[in-house]
């Protein structure tokens, strides 16, 4: 594709990358590990573990799976716990094994548990003693074959391990009961790995790394196909565009996004391990008192999340009292930033929030804006070195600078599709090699991409994708219930909610009914906050419902 722009960008922002400078991210956390050796690599409720510990406890794990196990490379497990150390642990451990890291939702309900761990054909789940029970209700259904649990406390300090456990089971209550009589856990699983050999796989660059799960543009969620040469790539392009800002070993980035989203996982777990950084792993970034007492604690230099939560906290009267004199990077990703919360958030900090682009296809970075930005622009910046953007028409054609259509992107971080999907993944991958995103934007005259709108009928909540078809599946499922649509409603916290119409079989069904019902099978951010009931829906000349004119009355409303 022609890009005249491209000599007018930001020195260094489009530089190509070496993506062969590392055969996999085994190699990768390798060289990190021994050059950092001694610095603190993850910290979590005052508990640090430095990249030797971190070295050593994930090369235990490692042998713990192949060996205890006896799983193979190339077999899937699946992590299933909020930000916690035991997470990095495992995470590296299942990569050194030459196995599939499947990140799951901890707040996933069982249903949506039991199709991913299928879809995905998880043999083995680490999961916090917490969603324990969730697991319990549909481990039985599943391929999982070995379960190992552990408690939220469980590598801290024997004093502290005791009392963190004891208080989030008995006094807050946050452990329900569950029956998994064959589970271990992870602290006896390190134990037994630290006395087993480890046997280092081949591990090649297009071996898989991760089954990362989305609904893609449109329909039941499914497991995105990463690479380890993609998502090496996706570090390494994150770093082109942020090098000269961050300094090799000397950065504090703080992780409030959990680690199993795709952003996070990038950007905040593997570049900051690339670039010998340390990493805050904030447990419950809800908390937001306990949050901003955690930031006063450490003289943090990077810093990232979704909109809804730098909203939170420039509304928190406490965090006017943080230091902010290290910081240098804030960036917002996963939903749009807005002009109000970027406005305020560098008038309190005196530092600048970006925000980047980027889709769980694509390792997840796709643009990014620049550091030396003068304030929030409303764009989502440049594409990152090495990654090419096309806007296209509906028929297929490139347009010009200026006008508005979908965006498609081509680059080594670009997945190899989905998971046993080969129609799904034609549908987004052409035979180019070039992802059609779903995303319709447009580029200015100096470069800057902008996201207009959505293709498709997904709706995002706090960062979160929520595909109307599985609303709806779960919303008929009621008996009283004929026919549903679900669409997005802007919302100023959370970007959008979701709202759902609905034709009724018998009407005695009423909002607070349907709401309960969809609590069951739902998780939290994908349950309809807005119901509104109908006689009829409005349908094309085939029968098909159309979001599309619903979406329009609630704009105009």
Not at 281 to 295: K, M, Q, V, Y
Not at 343 to 350: G, L, M, R, S, V
Request: net charge neutral; hydrophobic share 40%; with cysteine.
């Amino acid at each position: 594709m022609d890009q005249p722009w491209i000599n007018n960008l930001p020195d260094g922002v489009l530089a190509d990358i070496d993506a062969a400078q590392y055969s996999s991210l085994v190699e990768m956390f390798e060289i990190s590990v021994a050059k950092y050796a001694d610095k603190p690599a993850f910290i979590n409720m005052g508990a640090t573990l430095t990249y030797r510990k971190l070295e050593e406890r994930s090369r235990a794990f490692a042998a713990y799976l192949q060996n205890e196990l006896k799983l193979e490379k190339g077999d899937r497990v699946a992590l299933m716990m909020p930000n916690v150390l035991q997470y990095p642990i495992a995470l590296f451990g299942i990569l050194r094994a030459g196995m599939v890291v499947v990140n799951v939702n901890p707040l996933y309900t069982p249903r949506e548990l039991k199709h991913q761990l299928n879809d995905s054909g998880a043999k083995a789940i680490v999961v916090v003693s917490n969603f324990a029970r969730t697991l319990e209700k549909v481990v039985d259904e599943t391929t999982v074959e070995s379960v190992i649990i552990t408690g939220l406390g469980d590598l801290l300090s024997a004093p502290k391990r005791t009392l963190v456990n004891f208080v989030v089971k008995y006094i807050k209550k946050l452990v329900p009961k569950y029956d998994l009589p064959h589970a271990i856990s992870m602290r006896l699983a390190l134990q037994k790995g630290r006395r087993m050999q480890y046997i280092k796989p081949e591990v090649e660059p297009e071996d898989l790394a991760f089954l990362q799960y989305t609904g893609g543009t449109t329909g039941v969620s499914k497991g995105a196909m990463l690479s380890h040469a993609n998502v090496v790539a996706n570090v390494l392009q994150a770093d082109g565009a942020y090098n000269p800002l961050l300094a090799n070993g000397k950065e504090f980035m703080v992780t409030a996004l959990p680690l199993y989203h795709v952003f996070a996982l990038t950007v905040n777990c593997l570049l900051f391990i690339h670039k010998g950084g340390k990493n805050l792993l904030i447990t419950n970034p809800r908390d937001i008192p306990g949050f901003i007492a955690e930031l006063k604690k450490y003289p943090f230099t990077a810093i990232t999340g979704v909109n809804t939560l730098f909203n939170a906290l420039v509304h928190n009267e406490e965090f006017k009292n943080v230091d902010f004199s290290k910081l240098k990077l804030a960036m917002g990703g996963g939903m749009a930033v807005q002009r109000a919360v970027a406005d305020e958030w560098q008038q309190i900090t005196k530092t600048k929030l970006l925000e980047g682009y980027g889709l769980t296809e694509a390792s997840p970075l796709v643009t990014c804006c620049p550091y030396d930005l003068e304030a929030y622009n409303g764009s989502i910046g440049f594409p990152a070195p090495s990654t090419l953007i096309q806007v296209r028409s509906e028929e297929g054609q490139i347009l010009p600078m200026g006008e508005v259509g979908e965006l498609y992107v081509k680059g080594p971080q670009v997945m190899q599709g989905y998971w046993q999907r080969p129609e799904d993944t034609k549908e987004v991958i052409g035979e180019d090699g070039w992802l059609s995103t779903g995303d319709i934007g447009r580029m200015d005259e100096k470069g800057f991409f902008y996201i207009v709108d959505r293709k498709k009928d997904m709706i995002l909540v706090s960062g979160f994708n929520v595909f109307p078809n599985e609303v709806e599946d779960v919303v008929v499922l009621h008996p009283k219930v004929l026919e549903a649509a679900a669409v997005g409603v802007p919302h100023d916290v959370s970007g959008e909610i979701v709202k759902i119409f609905v034709v009724a079989k018998d009407k005695s069904l009423n909002e607070k009914e349907l709401i309960k019902h969809c609590r069951m099978h739902l998780t939290g951010y994908k349950i309809p906050k807005l119901v509104e009931f109908r006689d009829e829906l409005p349908k094309s000349n085939v029968g098909k419902i159309l979001r599309r004119e619903l979406r329009d009355e609630v704009k105009k409303a």
